[in-house]
């Protein structure tokens, strides 16, 4: 692997970067007194620093590098497309032929009538465009008034504001005049920190009858459609009772309401299907993807339409669309990374060898005295930090704070796992191998290890 090593030492790239680069979600202030740390060169699940550590990325970036780093082929595919074509757009009456490519690859791949893609150039520009999408489909049906979406709290659809107003992230909505209009949220399935007395199970049917009860509150006429992430990524990997989902699909289908599943962590291969609709058991409507499309190699999101839906606003010019949607070199990015997902049979890969192995390992790290649940599906994983099991209680200090010294004791020891609030969570490399699990697990729990122990000597072993 090509490292480069004559670069400018560590603390001048780190000045350089905090004199003019910002970052997002980022206390700049803070960031500018550590320094960044600067990440130089990638290979398979490994990534390195400017001072030549090699660290075990453990979240494939952002959720997002599922065929691992370093795939010549797909900088090959990126040089060849940029001297071929390196932009037009698809406005105007006009395609080109990695766009075609892209979009048969996708439409087979994914599952029911699901044959339609409209792209962006990220997760948060697809999930803005859902909003418009349903509502103009509504409209066109002669129900402009069914508008409203409901999603839930502690989810994340992302950044834009549309996509920041879908998300139930409160911190989010603190900032920037977020939510818009006809959004409504309702609580999430995360059995461990709001379960209660509840076993998990009516806990799941208890939540997903809130999806209902807004339903008739808000009246079936004015809903458009419910989002939701198959499993909750960036809320900390909440993966619902058995219960929530098949309800959740019974009352979509009963009142009328579109699914929209946000496939941007869950989709291409993450839970061990294609699809995390497929995993859980959804038929959704729209799909929105992106992160895992390309691996992250080209930026590119978008959403999977079914006919239903494409047939419906085909009849009427839809004003929307982005001068990257269907960006050329993007395109053939995501789909020589589908073609090699396809061919060396990765999802396979998951579903039979590296995810029941990290499954067993990673349950069995609920022995350790501060960890209390360990949930996982295919290859994302989270587990929660207590001071009490038994009564899963938080730590008094604010939630997060145990959470951080982990991480950071974490990045020390070369493995970037992070956290949520006080739960900790990875999404590997879908192509990760069992050894590099071993070392995953051996590097985590020396990491807790080290958490605990300073949690105890700061005093912070002690429940709310
Ligand atoms: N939907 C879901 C489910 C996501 O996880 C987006 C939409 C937005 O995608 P873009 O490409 O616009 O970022 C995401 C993105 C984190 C973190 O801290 C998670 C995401 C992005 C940034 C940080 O876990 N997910």
Known sequence: MNQIFN???THELQARDAAHHMHPFTAQGQLAEKGARVITA??????YDSDGEKILDAMAGLWCVNIGYGREELADVAHRQMKQLPYYNTFFQTTHI???ELSERIANLAPADLNHVFYAGSGSEANDTNIRMVRHYWAVKGKPQKSIIISRKNAYHGSTVGGGSLGGMSAMHEQGGMPIPDIHHINQPNWWSEGGDMTPEDFGRARAAELEEAIKQLGADRVAAFIAEPVQGAGGVIVAPDTYWPEVQRICDHYGILLIADEVICGFGRTGNWFGSE???????IMTIAKGLSSGYQPIGGSIVCDEVAKVIAGDEFNHGYTYSS???????????????????IVGHVRDTVAPYL???WEAMTDHPMVGEAKIVGMMGSI???????????????????????RERCFANNLIMRHVGDRMIISPPLIISNDEID?????????LDEAMEIVKVQGLWEEK
Do not use: W
């Not at 995993?279 to 409507?285: C, G, M, Q, S």
């Not at 929660?384 to 982990?406: E, H, M, Q, W």
């Not at 070392?439 to 990491?447: C, E, G, Q």
């Open 7 to 9: 670069h400018a030492p």
């Open 98 to 100: 990695p766009a075609i």
């Open 42 to 47: 990638a290979n398979g699940v490994f990534v």
């Open 384 to 406: 929660a930090l207590t001071p009490n099991k038994a009564t899963r209680a938080a730590f008094k200090s604010d939630a997060g704070t145990v959470g951080y010294i982990c």
């Open 279 to 285: 995993t859980l058991h959804i038929r959704p409507h």
């Open 359 to 361: 499954k067993q390992k």
């Open 439 to 447: 070392l995953l697990i051996t590097r985590a729990r020396k990491s």
């Open 327 to 345: 960006h050329p070199v993007a395109a053939a990015v995501a789909n020589e990374n589908l073609r090699i997902m396809e061919e060396e049979n």
